[in-house]
């Protein structure tokens, strides 16, 4: 099995940045393609940004396109997303996902929560 387990979460200022970490354990010698998704209250589950196991291909949200970047480190089964300029409207709880292609997740991390203060 595969384990996927977030961190980096927690309050931040209007404006400012927040680095979340994804690491992966279990069975991670399967070349996965990993994605930050998230969810605010009362909204659906959106991608944030996604990334191909080689770091090739990359898509991001129009939403956050600039101010985010993801990122990954094979070596050390880790995906990050880097974020910077937070708005409001960035508070959610944030879900890492691997699968075998692009688009098709179906392993999931627990989320971690982020909250940027207005």
């Known amino acids: 099995q595969v384990q996927l387990v977030e961190s980096g979460g927690g309050l931040v200022q209007v404006g400012g940045s927040l680095r979340l970490s994804c690491a992966a354990s279990?069975?991670?010698?399967?070349?996965?393609?990993k994605g930050w998704f998230r969810q605010a209250p009362g909204k659906e589950r959106e991608l944030v940004a996604e990334?191909?196991?080689?770091?090739?291909?990359?898509n991001y949200a129009g939403s956050v396109k600039g101010r985010f970047t993801i990122s990954r480190d094979n070596a050390k089964n880790t995906v990050y997303l880097q974020m910077s300029s937070l708005k409001p409207e960035d508070t959610a709880v944030y879900y890492c996902?691997?699968?075998?292609?692009?688009?098709?997740?179906?392993?999931w991390g627990q989320g971690t929560q982020v909250t940027v203060s207005s």
């Open positions: 996902a691997a699968g075998h292609d692009l688009g098709g997740y179906v392993y």
């Open positions: 279990g069975r991670t010698f399967s070349r996965y393609a």
């Open positions: 990334i191909s196991w080689s770091g090739d291909r990359t």
